[in-house]
């Protein structure tokens, strides 16, 4: 391609509006521009990148015998009323109306209408194991898009399905997507860790996040500094502590304080001059309509996630003043497990604490000195709270570290929860009818090209890994008004075009200083310089942007060298 003939308006500002690296850089090197908050265009250079990635995402996915499919972004309501979830997915699901008063959605995920085509197409086992997936646009009216295409409203999403007759079968499928993941995330030059996620109600670690480490990024992702334990924040677990024995016969009694107008532990701590880690949180949840009071160190937090998956409920809310007053019989602020109406259950942060200070379930009034075991018991022992920095690896015992992460895939085990809901069935060879088991497998296609530019860029622009840069090469004639630079120029470009090479010719007539400002800014590999001063000596100048080592290789053999340089950078072992 010519630079001079291209679309690809760059800019030298850094846009206001954009708060990270891989925004900014976009927007400046002229790969994508915002038409609504969250809706993007991409330009050619941006899409250049977009199906390099969805090209490699492809490959691995046929490699891994799943086959591609393209559905319908627009989806009948009737399809999510069967699933529940019509009425379940909120606001996030754009609905639209047609003009016979039919409800419809725009896709956000495929999970009904795959599951719809499967259950009228397979009726046996013999036609199982099944993984289909397709490359296509999703729309999820997200409540605060930001980052550009990172965390956009309409976005392209690799989204692949697997059906199997048994659990095994279904675990099979799971790991041939797992490896594909890591082959494609590979192959895309990231710096990434699966992480166990949390996966509701169907248990296991059956899903797992690729999440590739930025500071930018919106998750927290947990690992062990000594095992291969990664998880996130949501997930991440904590061993139940070894009970020590206790005395608390020889503690001081328990006596009942008036703390008026305290009610936050950081206004308990000041008022006792107790430290935080010294008094117990009681905090009343409703759990599908029944109130529960939960535990926890004053130090530590609830973790929500972890507690609706202990409990095993749909709906989980911080109670309402009514139900606090009804079940600790004084208002917010001075709850207590002592004398509570409702069912309690501790986090392992309690095991072991002595003298501490709980809420006396009566207004202005708090206790301290007190001691589980003598004061009261405690019969329901949990992990509920947020794993936090130092805290031990539940698998190893060594230190967890905490870091933050961009997700850009998702591997996810649904079991029978679709086809169940949804009745797709299949005769199995004992003659019964079953469910199919499924699972499914997301890749978000700009987040993972836009998570590579978080991970690799530097002041001047992006640093592309060849595998998805727009082009491999750029090739800048120092002077266009020189014909014999010009010339060789070309020659080379003609002869990398047809080495099937993807190229820039930098034809423009501007000085060098801003030729290689823009190389820099869109990020090519590898930048050819054609100069007077290396021609004399009958050679080029070979710069690969990164690390901004220069070599200078005889024009004869610039070719042969270019691909080379590409072909070995490509391959993965
Ligand atoms: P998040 O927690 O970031 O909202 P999610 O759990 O909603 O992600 P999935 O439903 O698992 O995401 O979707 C699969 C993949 O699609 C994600 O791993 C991510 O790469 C991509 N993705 C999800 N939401 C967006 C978005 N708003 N913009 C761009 N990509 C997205
Ligand atoms: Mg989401």
């Known amino acids: 391609m010519r630079y001079s003939e291209m679309f690809l308006p760059t800019t030298k500002e850094t846009p206001s509006d954009a708060e990270i690296a891989s925004h900014q850089l976009m927007l400046r090197a002229g790969m994508i521009r915002k038409l609504a908050g969250g809706i993007y265009a991409y330009l050619p250079l941006g899409y250049r990148v977009i199906r390099k990635v969805e090209n490699i995402v492809r490959e691995e996915m046929n490699r891994a015998g799943a086959q591609e499919v393209f559905m319908p972004a627009v989806q009948p309501a009737e399809l999510w009323m069967e699933s529940g979830r019509w009425d379940m997915y909120g606001k996030e699901l754009l ?13 956000p995920t495929h999970e009904e209408v795959i599951t719809a085509l499967v ?32 965390r956009s409203r309409e ?7 697997s059906f199997d007759a048994d659990e095994e079968s279904a675990e099979e499928s799971y790991r041939k997507m797992f490896d594909a993941y890591t082959r494609i995330f590979t192959r895309c030059g990231l710096s990434f860790r699966p992480v166990e996620a949390d996966s509701g109600n169907i248990g296991g670690s059956f899903s797992h996040e690729f999440m590739v480490t930025a500071d930018s990024g919106e998750d927290a992702m947990v690992h062990c500094t000594s095992c291969d334990y990664a998880a996130n924040l949501e997930k991440a677990e904590i061993s139940r502590p070894e009970e020590k024995a206790g005395h608390a016969t020889e503690y001081p009694p328990m006596a009942e304080v008036h703390t008026p107008d305290v009610r936050t532990i950081e206004e308990v701590c000041a008022f006792l001059d107790v430290a935080p880690r010294d008094v117990v949180k009681t905090m009343i949840f409703t759990c599908d309509g029944e109130p529960v009071a939960v535990l926890v160190r004053g130090n530590e937090d609830i973790n929500e996630a972890k507690l609706r998956n202990y409990l095993g409920c749909d709906s ?14 004084s208002p917010r602020g001075f709850a207590g497990p002592m004398g509570i109406k409702s069912r309690i259950i501790a986090d392992y942060s309690l095991m072991n604490m002595k003298n501490f200070v709980v809420g006396a379930n009566r207004e202005d009034h708090h206790i301290k000195n007190c001691n589980i075991g003598r ?44 086809s169940k809901a949804m009745n797709a069935t299949f005769l199995d060879r004992d003659g019964k009818e079953k469910y199919m088991i499924m699972g499914c497998y997301g890749i978000g296609i700009g987040r993972t090209a836009a998570a590579c530019i978080e991970q690799s860029h530097d002041e001047d622009g992006i640093i592309w890994p060849m595998a998805i840069a727009p082009f491999q090469v ?30 820039i010719l930098d034809d423009r007539n501007e000085r060098p200083g801003v030729k290689f400002k823009d190389a820099d800014l869109i990020g090519i590999p590898i930048r050819v310089t054609v100069g007077a001063k290396s021609l004399a000596e009958g050679k080029v100048e070979v710069r690969f942007r990164k690390p901004g080592e220069v070599e200078k290789i005889p024009l004869e ?17």
């Open 119 to 150: 259950r009228d197409e397979i009726q046996t086992y013999r036609q199982l194991p099944r993984n289909l997936y397709q490359i296509q646009t999703k729309f999820r009216d997200e409540i605060r898009p930001r980052f550009g295409i990172m």
């Open 155 to 161: 976005f392209g999403m690799k989204d692949a399905y």
């Open 95 to 107: 609905r639209v109306r047609d003009r016979h008063n039919r409800d419809y959605c725009i896709g």
């Open 316 to 329: 989980l809310e911080l109670a309402m003043d009514d139900t606090i007053l009804e079940v600790t019989g």
């Open 557 to 573: 053999e610039v070719r042969g060298f270019i691909t080379k340089t590409i072909m070995d950078q490509l391959s993965i072992s």
């Open 474 to 503: 750029i090739i800048t004639p120092v002077n266009i008004n020189d014909e014999n630079l010009s010339k060789i120029a070309e020659e080379l470009y003609n002869g990398l075009v047809a080495d099937g090479i993807e190229v």
């Open 375 to 418: 004061d009261f018991e405690i019969k329901d022992y949990a992990d509920l709270r947020i794993v936090r920095e130092g805290d031990v690896c539940p698998r190893c015992g060594k230190e967890l570290r905490i870091v933050r992460g961009i997700e850009v895939g998702h591997v996810f085990k649904l079991g029978v929860k679709y």
